[in-house]
C-alpha cells in the first residue's frame, strides 16, 4: 500500500516561535476598521475613497492575494494588464495606480516597506495545486476557494473572479522573461498602504499554499487597518 503524505497542516495555526508584529498603520489617522486575517482565511471590507489601507504581514513572507471592485458597480474591478500597461513595469510598488477593466484607478500604492509585490502569479487554488503538485493536495482549499466564499457575502462568483495581486509575493521576472516563485522579500510587521481612489470593495486572500515558498511553508496572519487620514 502506498502512503500518502501531505505537506499541509491541520488547522489555521502556524509555527510554534513564528516571530510576529501586529504593527500599525502607514499613515496617521482615525482608525475605522481594525480586523486581523487567521492564515488560510479570506477577508473584505469596503474603503471609501480617500481612506487607506494598510495591509501587515503580521508574520513575514506572507502572500496576501487581492481583488478589488469599485464598490457601486462590481463589474467595473481590478484589472492587472491594465495596470501593468500604464505603469510600463512589471511589479507593483510605491506610487503604483492600481487600475480597473475600465482603465480608472482604483487605488494607489502610497506606502511600501518591501521592494515590490506581484501582479503576474496568480491565485492559487485546488485544480492548479493538483496539476502542479498532484492528487494529494486536492482536499486542501487554496486563495481560489477562498476568493470564492468572501465573494459570495457580496453577490459575486465564478465569473466575476479575475487575474489578482499578490501583496508581498516575489515572483521575479528573470531577464529571459521566465517567472520565479521564490522566497520572500518580506519581513514580519512590514507594510504596505493603499489610499482608495473610489469607493473600493476589497477582497484579500490569506493565501493558504503550503506547496512553494511563497508563504515561506508557515501561513501566518494578515492585519488590515483602514484610516481617514488626518
Ligand atoms: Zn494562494
Known amino acids: 500500500m502506498t502512503m500518502i503524505r501531505s505537506t499541509v497542516p491541520v488547522g489555521a495555526s502556524f509555527a510554534d516561535g513564528s516571530e510576529l508584529d501586529w504593527a500599525q498603520s502607514l499613515v496617521p489617522g482615525l482608525?475605522?476598521?481594525?480586523?486581523?486575517?487567521p492564515p488560510n482565511a479570506p477577508w473584505s471590507g469596503v474603503v471609501a475613497a480617500g481612506q487607506?489601507?494598510?495591509i501587515v504581514d503580521v508574520g513575514g513572507n506572507q502572500s496576501g492575494d487581492c481583488l478589488m471592485y469599485n464598490a457601486a458597480d462590481h463589474d467595473e474591478r481590478y484589472s492587472a494588464p491594465d495596470t501593468l500597461t500604464w505603469e510600463q513595469n512589471a511589479y507593483v510598488s510605491t506610487g503604483t495606480v492600481l487600475r480597473s477593466n475600465e482603465g480608472r484607478p482604483l487605488m494607489t500604492v502610497i506606502g511600501n516597506e518591501i521592494d515590490r509585490h506581484d501582479t503576474i502569479g496568480?491565485?492559487?487554488g485546488k485544480e492548479s495545486n493538483t496539476l502542479r503538485y498532484g492528487h494529494h493536495v486536492m482536499y486542501h482549499h487554496g486563495c481560489r476557494e477562498n476568493f470564492l466564499a468572501e465573494a459570495s457575502r457580496h453577490g459575486l462568483g465564478v465569473r466575476d473572479l479575475v487575474s489578482n495581486l499578490n501583496w508581498f509575493m516575489n515572483v521575479p521576472v528573470e531577464a529571459d522573461g521566465a517567472l520565479g516563485i521564490v522566497d520572500g522579500l518580506s519581513a514580519p510587521g512590514r507594510r504596505v498602504a493603499v489610499r482608495a481612489e473610489m469607493d473600493v470593495l476589497v477582497l484579500v486572500s490569506n493565501c493558504p499554499q503550503m506547496n512553494n515558498p511563497c508563504n515561506d511553508f508557515n501561513p501566518t496572519p494578515l492585519r488590515m487597518i483602514v484610516v481617514e487620514p488626518s
Do not use: P
Request: aromatic residues 0%.
Open 52 to 54: 487607506v489601507l494598510t
Open 31 to 37: 482608525v475605522v476598521l481594525d480586523a486581523r486575517v
Open 122 to 124: 496568480g491565485a492559487c
